[in-house]
């Protein structure tokens, strides 16, 4: 596949979120927006953030925020200090005020999630046993105090239960006692002109293309890290530096978590908004980002293919990558690549040298003159593969996740050893309903790697030929309520007949999300 192919679709968010779209990103400031409409609701919660408040908000490097934000403490409630526009009957717990002024007040945030999930032949028929039905539940809630313009504190608890029929793969991210999902404190100041910040204890991490890395939410609980990371925001450029271990949630006691010192991510990323433009009458913006992560990390998620079977060890890997995206009139666009390197310690001893690269990228055409303004457009991606014979990895690997929505809801297929390439498209037929599709066709990139799944190697020796299958996805949103969401996402696991003789079996997906916010 060409370096140059694009490859787009919009993207599947968050199911929390995934009722709501928003317009294209304005060139005025929040505050100004607010002024403009003083006794109406904001289009979205995102902070004060200039030529980085695009679409949802992840230009600023939070993850998406629009009603509700993926992380928390990233929506921005201060324009509730009016209470002429609490309209809603939660508005009450967004601003309550510490001190009469309003320069002190606390954010008050909840949810409950009831997740169901079926599968037949889950994991392409080699987890047992098949016809799966799955049900998470998840409580969290969280507090964000606002002591002035200089000093944020935020704690969040979360709670998950499962159950289920002939259920599966349940450890510490479905099943959790009570514990601190995050709790850090922010530090805020002006230098050199620039909005500056140091986050300090444990917090989400959301600063990356979704083809990289996410928060891990499909199960119950997300995926949280412990550290420190700084950032700076100019008027066109912010920059964003981290270093955090994760936090495992094994241990099953109340507030039992810690941090795992062999699970570490660290690094830095870059933005800068290039000068709106105009194409065909319509106000467009174009971010160029550059970015370097670390990782290290070991266990089942480091596993790998090798000459003598699935290999096991510890891996460090250097990834530096670059992303074009935005908006160009009617069109979104997004073009991404990134190279890793660095080395593989298998549990035996010795060590395997690692050279890996993914191209990304998406485009996506948006109909607005006709009934229900559909987008529709193609997504292709090339995580690259190596020879199982030889000593060099070449087999990119994501071990962090990125975010199931951007390319296979099941997961039985991981961002490894794969070619991807098919259409999406995003239909909104009333301001509550909208539907996303998504049929992406597979490969894997290299013949002699096996093949990956989220975490996970298949054992499926002497496949036929490259060709993989496809996963056809359907997700439909409908928003009940400003607080409430119900999802419906299908998928159809369709392997190829090589796959078939090695002993992968087809099969059918459907996940059932109902989600209550404040």
């Known amino acids: 596949m060409p370096a140059s192919l694009f490859a787009c679709s919009v993207s599947f968010l968050d199911p929390a979120s995934a009722a709501d779209t928003r317009s294209s990103a304005s060139d005025e400031s929040e505050d100004k927006r607010v002024e403009s409409s003083l006794f109406s609701r904001p289009d979205n919660s995102q902070g004060r953030w200039g030529a980085f408040n695009n679409t949802d908000g992840s230009a600023a490097g939070w993850g998406p925020v629009e009603q509700y934000g993926q992380a928390?403490?990233?929506?921005?409630?201060?324009?509730?200090?009016?209470?002429?526009?609490?309209?809603?009957?939660?508005?009450?717990?967004?601003?309550?005020?510490?001190?009469?002024?309003?320069?002190?007040?606390?954010?008050?945030?909840?949810?409950?999630?009831?997740?169901?999930?079926?599968?037949?032949?889950?994991?392409?028929?080699?987890?047992?046993?098949?016809?799966?039905?799955?049900?998470?539940?998840?409580?969290?809630?969280?507090?964000?105090?606002?002591l002035g313009t200089h000093v944020r504190l935020y704690a969040e608890i979360a709670n998950g239960a499962a159950g289920g029929s002939n259920y599966y793969g349940y450890d510490?991210?479905?099943?959790?006692?009570?514990?601190?999902?995050?709790?850090?404190?922010?530090?805020?100041?002006?230098?050199?002109?620039?909005?500056?910040g140091l986050m300090i204890g444990r917090q989400f991490f959301i600063d990356s293309p979704p083809y990289v890395l996410s928060v891990r939410d499909l199960p119950n609980i997300a995926q949280s890290w412990n550290g420190m990371r700084g950032y700076a925001v100019w008027d066109r450029l912010r920059l964003d530096a981290f270093g955090l271990l994760r936090t495992d949630p094994a241990p099953t006691g109340v507030f039992a978590n810690e941090a795992d010192w062999h699970t570490r991510l660290w690094g830095a990323y870059a933005s800068y908004a290039l000068p709106n433009f105009v194409v065909k009458g319509r106000k467009s913006r174009l971010y160029l980002d550059g970015f370097y992560y670390g990782y290290?990390?070991?266990?089942?998620?480091?596993?790998?293919?090798?000459?003598?079977?699935?290999?096991?060890?510890?891996?460090?890997?250097?990834?530096?990558?670059?992303?074009?995206?935005?908006t160009l009139g009617a069109c979104d666009?997004?073009?991404?690549?990134?190279?890793?390197?660095?080395v593989f310690r298998p549990e035996g001893?010795?060590?395997?040298?690692?050279?890996?690269?993914?191209?990304?990228?998406?485009?996506?055409?948006?109909?607005?003159?006709?009934?229900?303004?559909?987008a529709i457009g193609v997504q292709a991606d090339l995580f690259s593969g190596g020879d199982r014979s030889r000593r060099t990895i070449g087999t990119y690997a994501a071990p962090y996740y990125n975010a199931p929505f951007y390319n296979d809801i099941t997961t039985y297929l991981g961002p490894q050893n794969k070619i991807g390439l098919g259409p999406v498209a995003r239909w909104k037929p009333h301001k509550r309903l909208i539907f996303r599709l998504h049929v992406p066709v597979f490969w894997r990139a290299a013949k002699r790697d096996d093949l990956y799944g989220v975490t996970?190697?298949?054992?499926?020796?002497?496949?036929?030929?490259?060709?993989?299958?496809?996963?056809?996805?359907?997700?439909?949103?409908?928003?009940?309520?400003?607080?409430?969401?119900?999802?419906?996402?299908?998928?159809?696991?369709?392997?190829?007949?090589g796959l078939h003789q090695a002993g992968a079996k087809d099969g059918q997906f459907y996940m059932q999300t109902l989600d209550f916010r404040f």
Not at 333 to 342: A, D, E, F, I, K
Request: proline share 3%; aromatic share 12%; net charge positive.
């Open 456 to 497: 996970k190697v298949y054992d499926f020796r002497n496949i036929l030929g490259r060709f993989t299958g496809t996963v056809p996805q359907l997700e439909l949103g409908v928003s009940l309520t400003r607080h409430l969401t119900w999802t419906h996402d299908v998928a159809a696991v369709i392997g190829s007949n």
């Open 72 to 146: 928390r403490w990233a929506e921005d409630w201060s324009w509730l200090k009016d209470r002429k526009r609490q309209e809603d009957v939660f508005d009450r717990l967004k601003f309550v005020r510490l001190t009469p002024d309003g320069t002190h007040y606390v954010t008050f945030s909840g949810e409950e999630r009831l997740r169901g999930f079926y599968d037949s032949h889950p994991q392409l028929g080699v987890q047992r046993p098949g016809r799966a039905f799955r049900l998470l539940l998840r409580s969290v809630y969280g507090a964000d105090v606002h």
């Open 333 to 342: 666009v997004s073009m991404g690549g990134l190279y890793q390197r660095g």
């Open 172 to 196: 510490g991210y479905q099943r959790s006692r009570l514990d601190l999902q995050q709790a850090f404190i922010e530090i805020r100041t002006q230098v050199k002109g620039a909005r500056t």
């Open 296 to 326: 290290l990390y070991r266990g089942s998620i480091s596993a790998t293919s090798s000459a003598y079977g699935i290999q096991y060890g510890a891996t460090h890997r250097d990834t530096l990558g670059t992303r074009l995206w935005g």
């Open 349 to 374: 001893g010795g060590q395997r040298p690692i050279r890996a690269y993914a191209l990304n990228g998406t485009l996506s055409y948006s109909l607005d003159h006709l009934f229900g303004k559909p």
